[in-house]
């Protein structure tokens, strides 16, 4: 497959950057800068594009059979990914290519019958983190009222941290996952493996899925 990659030289998308050359895809990744350049494996084709702006998404779109959009914004501007996403999907649209969002786990309803989602428990989630999840969820809504483009809305676990491939993780849909602990993890590295199984599998076109220990 020909993969193009947002957010390329981030926590998660190099590691799907990684973890989909490793797999004989012939991938795009883009980044802002040429600082992210330096960051890329000589196996992907670097590009930098604005993804503000949607005819440059659509452009480094073309021609891919997928993209994998990862963007993070700094503290302070969480709600920027809104935008960004928007842009993302609209480029999507314009080319025509299914695009899988990485987003949050805010949107998730917490198990064992909980009235709640991670977001809207009062002591789920630390005050640091509230910026961030709200940005999540108004993100995945977006993508929820998407209807002229291929979407795909990924939510990792509450924890999402570099680690290692443990090679086994569960995959859910709108449910947080917890393991025999009660804990609620992923590392990147199985998260990206997910991210690329999902590519080639196509399983949650326009609907979403999370996945966890």
Not at 23 to 33: F, I, P, Q
Not at 110 to 118: A, E, I, K, M, R
Not at 120 to 131: K, N, Q, T
Not at 147 to 170: C, E, I, M
Request: charged residues 20%; proline residues 5%.
């Amino acid at each position: 497959m020909k993969i193009v990659v947002f957010g390329a030289s981030g926590d998660v998308g190099s590691r799907v950057v990684t973890e989909a050359v490793t797999r004989g895809h012939d991938v795009t990744a883009v980044v802002r800068n040429e600082a992210g350049l330096a960051k890329l494996p000589e196996t992907a084709k670097g590009v930098i594009a604005s993804v503000s702006d949607p005819s440059a998404v659509a452009k480094a779109m073309a021609g891919h059979d997928l993209a994998i959009s990862s963007l993070r914004t700094p503290p302070g501007h969480e709600g920027d990914v809104v935008a960004l996403t928007r842009s993302i999907l609209k480029g999507a649209s314009i080319a025509d290519v299914r695009v899988i969002i990485v987003g949050g786990a805010a949107r998730l309803r917490l198990p064992n019958g909980s009235p709640h989602t991670v977001l809207s428990d009062p002591d789920f989630l630390p005050e640091s983190i509230v910026p961030t999840a709200r940005a999540s969820l108004a993100q995945a809504e977006l993508c929820i009222s998407t209807v002229d483009a291929d979407w795909t809305y990924a939510s990792p676990s509450a924890l999402l941290r570099p680690g290692t491939h443990r090679g086994k993780f569960r995959i859910g849909t709108d449910t947080l996952l917890i393991d025999a602990n009660g804990n609620s993890e992923i590392s990147m590295e199985d998260f990206a493996v997910a991210l690329v199984d999902e590519a080639q599998s196509a399983q949650f076109i326009r609907t979403s899925f999370t996945v966890g220990y």
